[in-house]
């Protein structure tokens, strides 16, 4: 929902620093594997409740996610790029809520399995909208230049970075955090279905 508000705000100093990173030699699927591995870090860190920790994990691995693309615009925009992208941010979002499984699995396993749920929803009305799209020409900007269509919703990747910072910092309330936000992700995939329904219909 944020997501396009966000990208003006971001976007001009993220430029900037990819630029410069891209002049050094360093490429973009190089930051995308660097994010990826330390974020990947936030499991044990939140297995073991050290959620400071976690939350540099999570803030290191959003820079990353930022700054790949960034050197992606200046180096040209590649296929294996942008599913590098897409793949490792699912499994990067669905380990943050294994990890707070972990940290205490009476309490939050239910709500975590919730959770993981409704980003299936979300993240597979989202991919199958943008083979479509693609299929039939279909393309937008709204959200800074893609590999892939990118459709908008009620939770975007600003909202899901806003709901992982929360919850290293409130994680008592993780179960009811996490009830809410999957209700909301719901409500998105409801929303990219009935806009599929609307566009692609014949």
């Known amino acids: ?100 499984a972990l940290a205490n699995p009476q309490e939050n396993a239910l709500a975590a399995a919730f959770l993981i749920f409704s980003f299936v929803g979300t993240g597979a009305s989202f991919l199958s909208f943008a083979i479509v799209a693609e299929k039939r020409g279909v393309s937008t900007d709204i959200r800074g230049q893609k590999s892939i269509y990118y459709l908008g919703g009620l939770t975007e990747g600003t909202e899901t970075i806003f709901l992982f910072l929360a919850l290293c910092i409130w994680p008592q309330h993780f179960s009811l955090l996490a009830w809410v936000f999957g209700s909301l992700c719901w409500l998105t995939t409801s929303f990219r279905v009935h806009a599929a329904v609307s566009l692609f219909k014949d």
């Open 1 to 100: 929902m944020f997501d396009a508000w966000m990208r003006r705000k971001i976007d001009p100093p993220l430029e900037r620093l990819g630029r410069s990173l891209s002049d050094n030699g360093i490429t973009a699927n190089r930051i995308t594997w660097v994010g990826f591995s330390v974020g990947m870090l936030v499991i044990p860190a939140l297995g073991f409740q050290h959620y400071e920790a976690a939350l540099a994990c999570i803030i290191f691995n959003r820079l990353c996610d930022g700054l790949d693309g960034a050197v992606a615009r200046v180096k040209g925009i590649t296929d294996l790029g942008g599913y590098l992208d897409i793949t490792l941010d699912f499994l990067f979002y669905s380990a943050v809520v294994f990890g707070f």
